[in-house]
């Protein structure tokens, strides 16, 4: 294959043995400075210039996107995709990487462990925020900063609420995250390649830091991963859409917890801890995807009219469950089911025998209409107020003794206009 890095440090390790690995399997490869590109776009006829001359064909991009240059490098990215070549990264998928604010909200709505975080913009919000994450000490974020830069441990509340409103004060955006006291000075990292972990090291803090960086001087040792941490992993990688990616774990006593998922992971920690070829995994999985290039499914589906993908929903009751989905003759209703989403896990292209079960997500392709009417409304949950109960007092017991009766006593209800909360 002919294969274009992006990277504007040509010289930088990572970049030096992927261009290594990918001579060393016979492939073409050249080392392109992603500011150096001009996108030029055209009814039908995306196209880019490399350096003022025509960029030529390739079979492949992995790009290596800085992140003070994320808004143009994934802009480059997205017209590679445009022109259907094979891109490691997709440019969404590093956009969802490179805000953290963004990548822990897309990582909420899944069955994967998050440390608990809030984001807040009033000054009012901050104290009460931070004890919503269970109080100091805290970790402070900025949510683009990279290599353990703008990562801040708090260890009191008023320290906290200082360091968070001096921040918002220089326009900076922070996340405020609880501190895993059992993870204190040490992480892993996990080398995501494809749908499996190719190498992983433990990262140990030195001295009083916290942050356990090999920037910052922490000291790495490989390990193997067991299955919770490896699908774990993995399945960061992949709901954020990444195909080659560096996960950052964090031990806790509830099991693995997301800290970071890296979409331009560094090679010479990994490398030189596991002893692996992690460049080769890389370049070997490029090869063996040349040909399917990034595709937004969803915008390619939606062209006709009157259909798009939907996600249908089987609720307790419905008349779907127990039956196949050949019984549920969907297909004859013009509708095709592309992925069956049961608890955790995610069964594509599903066969027509397969029994269907309360709390299935079904993702289809169809008429919009025919798969609306399928889709049960929205009900929006209210919230339930937490019942404190009362402390046993013996007052009504020593009316009774005292005058041989029991007083009814008026309770104010919520129309007595008093406010509860």
């Not at 997709?90 to 990582?107: E, F, H, T, W, Y």
């Not at 040349?290 to 009751?317: C, K, M, W």
């Not at 029994?355 to 889709?375: H, P, S």
Request: hydrophobic share 35%; proline share 4%.
């Amino acid at each position: 294959m002919k294969l274009a890095i992006l990277s504007c440090n040509g010289q930088s390790y990572s970049t030096r043995r992927l261009r290594e690995a990918a001579l060393q399997r016979g492939h073409k490869v050249k080392v392109l400075n992603t500011l150096k590109f001009a996108i030029d776009l055209d009814q039908g006829m995306p196209d880019l210039y490399f350096r003022q001359k025509h960029l030529s064909q390739y079979d492949a991009v992995l790009p290596r996107i800085g992140s003070s240059i994320t808004y143009y490098g994934t802009a480059v990215v997205r017209q590679f995709e445009q022109m259907d070549v094979f891109c490691a990264n997709s440019s969404a998928s590093i956009g969802n990487s490179r805000d953290k604010l963004r990548s822990l909200q897309i990582l909420s709505r899944h069955s994967i462990g998050i440390p608990q975080t809030t984001f807040v913009r009033d000054k009012k919000d901050v104290l009460p925020a931070i004890e919503r994450v269970g109080g100091a000490p805290v970790v402070i974020k900025l949510i683009e900063g990279t290599q353990g830069i703008g990562v801040i441990l708090a260890n009191s509340l008023s320290t906290a609420a200082g360091i968070v409103e001096l921040l918002q004060s220089q326009k900076q955006s922070v996340l405020i995250q609880k501190f895993v006291k059992e993870s204190k000075g040490k992480d892993i990292r996990a080398f995501v390649v494809g749908d499996r972990v190719v190498g992983a090291m433990r990262r140990v803090a030195q001295g009083q830091e916290f942050r356990s960086n090999v920037h910052r001087g922490g000291i790495t040792e490989p390990v193997q991963l067991d299955e919770l941490y490896t699908e774990t992993a993995v399945r960061a990688a992949q709901i954020l859409g990444l195909r080659v990616a560096g996960v950052d774990l964090l031990e806790g006593k509830d099991g693995p917890q997301i800290m970071e998922v890296n979409s331009s992971p560094g090679l010479e920690g990994i490398e030189g801890c596991t002893q692996l070829d992690i460049a080769g995994s890389i370049v070997d999985y490029i090869a063996a995807q040349v040909n399917f290039p990034e595709i937004d499914l969803r915008q390619r589906l939606t062209v006709s009219s009157g259909y798009g993908v939907a996600e249908i929903h089987i609720p307790e009751g419905s008349e779907y469950i127990g039956k196949t989905i050949t019984e549920s003759r969907l297909r004859e209703k013009d509708i095709v089911v592309l992925t069956l989403h049961r608890n955790a896990k995610v069964i594509p292209n599903p066969k027509p025998e397969r029994e269907l079960f309360a709390g299935d997500r079904l993702l289809c392709f169809g008429k919009l209409e025919l798969m609306r009417d399928m889709t049960p409304k929205k009900v929006r949950r209210k919230r339930q107020p937490k019942i404190k109960h009362l402390p046993d007092l013996p007052v009504a017991d020593e009316v009774y003794k005292e005058s041989g009766t029991i007083e009814s006593v008026a309770i104010p209800s919520e129309t007595d206009g008093n406010d509860h909360e």
